[in-house]
């Protein structure tokens, strides 16, 4: 089974837009949070020991900013 992807992001933010893009690209379905339009989401971002943004989390694995090797390898583990 599939384990959900959810990417930490900011408004302004080129690297967060470098990963949707690339998890689109591949056809991966993703869960976007916006630290900026919603308090919860920098919280839970916070909580996770982060502090900036990009964050991907695929399953168990945590990948700051846009890493295509991490990202890919995280990908290739979950299927």
């Known amino acids: ?7 930490y992001t900011s408004t302004y933010c080129q690297y ?3 990963v949707k893009k690339f998890l689109g690209e591949r056809n991966v379905e993703f ?3 916006n630290i900026d339009k919603d308090e919860k989401y920098a919280e839970e971002l916070w909580n996770t020991g982060m502090r900036s943004v990009p964050v991907t989390l695929i ?4 990948i700051l900013g846009f890493n295509q090797i991490q990202l890919n390898q995280a990908l290739a583990a979950r299927a």
């Not at 089974?1 to 990417?7: A, L, N, R």
């Not at 399953?59 to 945590?62: F, I, K, S, V």
Request: with cysteine; proline share 0%; glycine share 6%.
């Open 1 to 7: 089974m599939d384990e959900k992807v959810i990417v």
């Open 16 to 18: 967060c837009s470098q």
């Open 59 to 62: 399953g168990e694995t945590q």
């Open 31 to 33: 869960e976007e949070r």
